[in-house]
T-cell receptor, first 111, second 113 residues
Framework: DTAVSQTPKYLVTQMGNDKSIKCEQNLGHDTMYWYKQDSKKFLKIMFSYNNKELIINETVPNRFSPKSPDKAHLNLHINSLELGDSAVYFCASFGQGYGYTFGSGTRLTVV | AQSVSQHNHHVILSEAASLELGCNYSYGGTVNLFWYVQYPGQHLQLLLKYFSGDPLVKGIKGFEAEFIKSKFSFNLRKPSVQWSDTAEYFC???????????FGTGTRLTIIP
């Protein structure tokens, strides 16, 4: 069973569109994250949720809106996509004493 | 704010050579330290982690890292690399009570057969 699963794996879309990426974890962890990896491989945190509550919101445009319907799911919705949003987006979960587990990533390409 | 520095951007080694990748962090309090590996086109995998205790940490695939508090360092080592170690390596830190991971900029490791 995949511990942290993201869908879709690849997403190609036009500028201006709205898209969502879904993430689910079956580890029972309370905390989930979205990270962005840019073209230079740099990884930066975007959001963190603990038990459905937003706890970290880094400097991210308002076009990005995370949603956590329950503690096992953290989705990322992006409005009005721009070329600069092209990146790989990783979902992760954290469990005390267990550490972090990352999903396999969603490669978003905006054309 | 925490920061992590990886000074080696791209390292090229021959198979069987010894490896040491540098990692320095800035936070002065209690920190958790991690090394992750990202094989081409794949997600991040944990190589090893340090929370407390023995500063010499053994990880998977023959990797180890040493936490030197006085130097704010957590360098990754492997005595003999293989071609399959070609990947991107990320050092990361989080401070106790704040589980946000802060990553270094990564080191690309290329192993020549």
């Amino acid at each position: 069973d995949t511990a942290v699963s993201q869908t879709p794996k690849y997403l190609v879309t036009q500028m201006g569109n709205d898209k969502s990426i879904k993430c689910e974890q079956n580890l029972g962890h309370d905390t989930m994250y979205w990270y962005k990896q840019d073209s230079k491989k740099f990884l930066k945190i975007m959001f963190s949720y603990n038990n459905k509550e937003l706890i970290i919101n880094e400097t991210v445009p308002n076009r990005f809106s995370p949603k956590s319907p329950d503690k096992a799911h953290l989705n990322l919705h992006i409005n009005s996509l721009e070329l600069g949003d092209s990146a790989v987006y990783f979902c992760a979960s954290f469990g005390q004493g267990y550490g972090y587990t990352f999903g396999s990533g969603t490669r978003l390409t905006v054309v | 704010a925490q920061s992590v520095s990886q000074h080696n951007h791209h390292v090229i080694l021959s198979e069987a050579a010894s490896l040491e990748l540098g990692c320095n962090y800035s936070y002065g309090g209690t920190v958790n330290l991690f090394w992750y590996v990202q094989y081409p086109g794949q997600h991040l995998q944990l190589l090893l982690k340090y929370f407390s205790g023995d500063p010499l940490v053994k990880g998977i695939k023959g990797f180890e890292a040493e936490f030197i508090k006085s130097k704010f360092s957590f360098n990754l080592r492997k005595p003999s690399v293989q071609w399959s170690d070609t990947a991107e390596y990320f050092c990361a830190t989080s401070n106790f009570g704040n589980e946000k991971l802060t990553f270094g900029t990564g080191t690309r490791l290329t192993i020549i057969p």
